[in-house]
């Protein structure tokens, strides 16, 4: 638990003319479960997808697990854009999990988990399969293997979301409000889920939410975030309890008003 | 004018020639199309904006272009550049190429209909862009996209009469023929339009079932 399997350093983005991220620097260590909360528009999302590679950047570099993500060094040494091969390579260690849970709908429950293990790591399919059920056994739907994503709750989709991100073993699993889109009372059931993935694994978790007891309860560390920076980090105590920045006071102020458990 | 039984049975086999040549030429020109409309929805999606450019460009001079002067210019016109066709391939081809832009404009909506999400979860479980493709937005894009396809190609085969323009003996062409040499139009002209009716009517009955079949199913 020395060195950072993620370090961003400097990283801007820029849609046009508008600096979402402006030479952001974090370390993120192994392990380590993070939550990042900040108000509407402040890059949380953006952090996660440029990870997940869905976004490009503009600046910076950001190491993963020892690697650069968007770079790779040439025959001389000098720090070149990375090739799509690289990229590959260094999505296997990443795994996303998305708000509108983006289930394949065209699959059944069986094949969305087993599809990426069978395609990209060539593993067979009975192996993938028993795999798979182990998973969907964790994340409490083995019964429903073979229903059609159409078939299932929105909690339910979402669990399956997290069985297929598990499927290829990633050592860095992203969450980007991953509870939004749930009726309240299926929110819980996705919670139990990753509580249980934070206590059983070692895996390194960031998540994005607005379930500040969540955060609170699930998180090693949580960064507050506003415009792109961190204004404010440390334990769930320190934030929730004691938060030191008047933006950060505002905004927990703002969310407990708006009827949010802390 | 009174119907004549006797000459409907002479002609009967010619017409059935010609009918065979017109569903050989909707059968080859609706390949073409599926193909060439693939080739051309790829093309105008390409990174290369001169391609890409290009590739629209052809597609709205196809279309601006009426389907019998291409017919025409393919068959007549080519030669004389060291082109030259056989008549049905000749029409195959133009047909085929007509409605390949018709194809494309189907593929292109289908394949955007796909929503980005599912392009992003390919991504985040590492299917590389041409698995992304076979196992993602094809299945997904084609289904819906088979009425509106099915639409054209009924229309297509009421458009191969045009080829009798450039001398392939279809139907149409066949009917006329028979008609000249025996001065008569009625029954060649009525068997014609029946079996074009028939064959249509059978087509949209299928298409109706097609509809059913891949109607748009709500789920992510
Ligand atoms: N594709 C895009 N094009 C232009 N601007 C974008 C794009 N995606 C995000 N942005 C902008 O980047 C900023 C950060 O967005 P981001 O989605 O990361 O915020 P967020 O912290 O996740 O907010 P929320 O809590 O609402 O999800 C916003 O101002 C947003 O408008
Ligand atoms: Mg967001």
Redesign the interface.
């Given at each position: 638990m020395n060195k950072p399997i993620i370090r961003l350093d400097k990283i801007v983005k820029a849609y046009g003319t508008h600096t979402v991220l402006d030479g952001l620097s974090m370390d993120v260590k192994a392990g380590e479960k993070i939550a990042l909360i900040g108000p509407s528009g402040s890059g949380k999302t953006t952090i996660l997808r440029i990870l997940?590679?869905?976004e490009s950047i503009s600046g910076g570099t950001i190491e993963v697990d020892g690697d650069y993500l968007y770079h790779m060094k040439d025959a001389s040494g000098a720090l070149v854009p990375a090739n799509e091969a690289h990229m590959?390579r260094m999505?296997?260690k990443?795994?996303?999990v998305?708000q509108?849970?983006?289930?394949?709908?065209?699959k059944n429950v069986l094949d969305n988990v087993t599809?990426?293990p069978i395609?990209?790591k060539g593993v067979a399919r009975a192996e993938a399969e028993k795999r798979a059920m182990e998973l969907l056994e964790m994340v409490g739907l083995a019964d429903k293997a073979r229903h059609m994503?159409?078939q299932l709750s929105g909690g339910q989709k979402q669990r399956v979301a997290i069985a297929?991100?598990l499927?290829?073993s990633p050592k860095i699993m992203l969450f980007d409000e991953v509870t939004s889109a749930l009726d309240p009372e299926l929110v819980e059931e996705v919670l139990n889920v990753m509580r249980r993935l934070g206590e059983e694994t070692d895996m390194t978790m960031l998540l994005v939410t607005h379930e500040m007891g969540f955060a609170h309860d699930f998180a090693d560390r949580v960064l507050f975030f506003d415009r792109g920076r961190i204004v404010e980090e440390g334990p769930p105590d320190a934030i929730f309890r004691n938060p030191k920045e008047e933006r950060t006071q505002n905004f927990l102020r703002k969310i407990i008003a708006a009827g949010h458990r802390v | 004018m009174e119907w004549d039984w006797e000459f409907v049975r002479q002609i009967l086999p010619d017409l059935f020639s010609g009918l065979k040549i017109t569903i050989i030429a909707t059968v080859l020109g609706a390949a073409f199309a599926a193909v060439g409309g693939l080739v051309f929805a790829i093309l105008r999606r390409s990174g290369n904006r001169a391609v890409a450019r290009s590739a629209s460009f052809l597609v709205e001079f196809i279309r601006g272009t009426p389907l019998l002067v291409q017919l025409y210019f393919i068959f007549y016109v080519l030669p004389d550049l060291g082109i030259r066709l056989p008549a049905l391939l000749a029409g195959v081809i133009g047909i085929g190429l007509h409605y390949s832009t018709y194809a494309a404009e189907v593929y292109r909506s289908g394949i955007e209909n796909v929503s980005r999400g599912q392009w992003e979860a390919a991504k985040a479980v590492n299917l590389s862009v041409r698995q992304t493709w076979v196992h993602i937005i094809l299945p997904q894009a084609i289904p819906p996209m088979i009425p509106a396809l099915a639409n054209y190609l009924i229309a297509m085969f009421k458009e191969t009469p045009l080829l009798s323009a450039i001398t392939v003996l279809e139907l149409m062409n066949q009917a006329k023929s028979l008609a000249n040499s025996n001065y008569r139009y009625v029954e060649p002209m009525t068997i014609v339009g029946v079996f074009f009716l028939v064959i249509s009517l059978i087509s949209v009955m299928g298409v109706r079932m097609l509809e059913v079949r891949f109607a748009p199913k709500d789920d992510r």
């Open positions: 997940m590679t869905l590959h999505r296997e990443i795994g996303m998305f509108h849970f983006n289930l394949f709908p065209h599809l990426a395609l990209t994503p159409a297929r991100a499927a290829l | -």
